[in-house]
């Protein structure tokens, strides 16, 4: 759905506005997001990882989906820490993730669906969840909130749409 809202705020001529095309029909499928840290690094925490960062300001990099919610949710953690980290933009999830197992990158922010399974490998390194509380598949992983993020949360969602002016009987 990210695509959908993304799409006319990246493009002059998407052919849509998502907020007067469409109508929500039902919600399918939430999921936080983790973000997490290659192994490699020195961070065990987050404010460890934001010390760390602005100790060294412009040499961490952080590797996402170019437009989507994951770019978005690491563009507010830069704004609400005023941490300095480059972005590196990728066509997709599947080669930001490989990057961050492999080294490539320092950091990443993607659904927990996603990581959980690299994490219960310690193949990267949680450090927070974007829930307002902790995430059932990651209990032992604190958000941000309790991390000192105060209101910061982001979550990744399914749902159904249907065109604007649908009849009510067709969307119950």
Do not use: C
Not at 97 to 119: K, N
Not at 123 to 144: C, D, F, I
């Amino acid at each position: 759905v990210t695509t959908l809202v993304t799409g006319p705020l990246l493009s002059k001529n998407a052919g849509y506005d998502p907020l007067k095309d469409l109508v929500p029909v039902a919600l399918l499928a939430s999921t936080p997001f983790a973000l997490v840290v290659a192994s490699s690094m020195p961070p065990k925490t987050l404010e460890e990882l934001i010390g760390y960062a602005r100790r060294n300001p412009g040499k961490l990099n952080f590797g996402t989906p170019a437009g989507t919610l994951a770019h978005l949710t690491g563009e507010l953690f830069r704004v609400k820490t005023g941490i300095d980290i480059v972005v590196i933009p990728y066509k997709g999830a599947a080669t930001a993730v490989t990057d961050i197992l492999g080294g490539q990158v320092d950091m990443t922010f993607e659904p927990t669906s996603v990581l959980v399974a690299h994490i219960q490998d310690a193949k990267v390194r949680p450090l927070a969840v974007t829930g307002a509380v902790r995430s059932p598949q990651l209990p032992e992983v604190p958000t941000m909130i309790e991390s000192g993020l105060a209101g910061f949360t982001s979550y990744s969602w399914s749902g159904i749409l249907a065109p604007a002016g649908t009849s009510p009987e067709i969307l119950d």
